[in-house]
């Protein structure tokens, strides 16, 4: 129980990585909102967390509209006092080669992945200045690198990082660290997308030798949402099961 009534907003926790991140904090003790742009799987999540005895409220929030972003945060400090671990996971892709890229992917893409990052963080460091203590921890991807057919996604994904080495400069004095997990290959509805022959291309080049799992990542977020993780910020760590070594 490493966060024992801590309270946590993790976005995006409707599903995949980002419900295996809620139900792994709130086995460690922590409160958590089950936030999601989709109402009924938020629902589901926290359901399923209060069957195991955890503490957890869903709520509907889109992160790329600031008005919902202020919205969740309203509802964490009503349910739980207050905010102190965040979670930004809520992401989504649109590939497609760069030549071809329309501006709607590019915005949507940027406006969800980038945009709403930046809106719950900001709004955490109001709360996490204040009360001396925080952490986040955002999602990113390896692609932040740069990845074939992801022009848009990498270019959010490198702005993540950008916005958690600022964050974790601006904050660490007032007891907030803020650290980046990319996530290498992991098995969600998101890589489900993909056709079955660049399914084994990427599997392929893992090391351990299979796609990782939500639990993977949730094991990574909860220790660096953890006391014993204060030395640890600004980092961008990869948990790929040796994708690239
Ligand atoms: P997913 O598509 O399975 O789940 C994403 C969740 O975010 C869904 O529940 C969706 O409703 C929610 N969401 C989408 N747009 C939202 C918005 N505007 N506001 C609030 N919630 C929203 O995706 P997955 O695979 O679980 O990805 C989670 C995060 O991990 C994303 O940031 C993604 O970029 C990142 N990631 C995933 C990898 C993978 O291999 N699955 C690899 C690297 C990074």
Avoid: H
């Avoid at 005895?53 to 006092?81: I, M, Q, S, T």
């Amino acid at each position: 129980m490493r966060l024992k009534d801590k309270a946590a907003i993790v976005t995006g926790a409707g599903r995949g990585l980002g419900k295996g991140i809620a139900l792994k904090l709130a086995a460690e003790g922590a409160r958590v909102v089950v936030a999601d742009l989709v109402e009924e799987n938020a629902a589901a999540v926290a359901a399923e967390i209060a069957a195991a005895g955890g503490a957890a409220v869903p709520a509907r929030a889109n992160v790329a509209r600031r008005d919902e972003v202020e919205a969740l945060f309203a509802a964490a400090v009503a349910a739980f006092g207050g905010v102190d671990i965040l979670v930004n996971n809520a992401g989504i892709n649109r590939d497609g080669q760069l030549y071809k890229m329309s501006d709607e992917d590019w915005e949507q893409v940027i406006a969800v992945n980038l945009t709403g990052t930046f809106y719950c963080t900001r709004l955490a460091a109001r709360l996490m200045r204040e009360k001396e203590y925080g952490r986040i921890v955002n999602i990113a991807s390896m692609s932040w690198l740069g990845n074939f057919g992801q022009a848009n996604y990498a270019a959010a994904k490198a702005g993540v990082v950008g916005l958690t080495k600022t964050a974790a400069r601006e904050l660490a004095r007032k007891g907030v660290t803020c650290n980046a997990v990319c996530p290498g290959f992991i098995d969600t509805d998101m890589t489900r997308g993909v056709p079955p022959k660049v399914w084994d291309i990427m599997v392929g080049k893992i090391a351990a030798g299979r796609a990782g799992s939500a639990e993977d990542i949730g094991n990574v977020v909860a220790f660096l949402a953890s006391d014993e993780a204060a030395y640890v910020t600004g980092e961008v760590i990869n948990v790929s099961g040796g994708m690239v070594l």
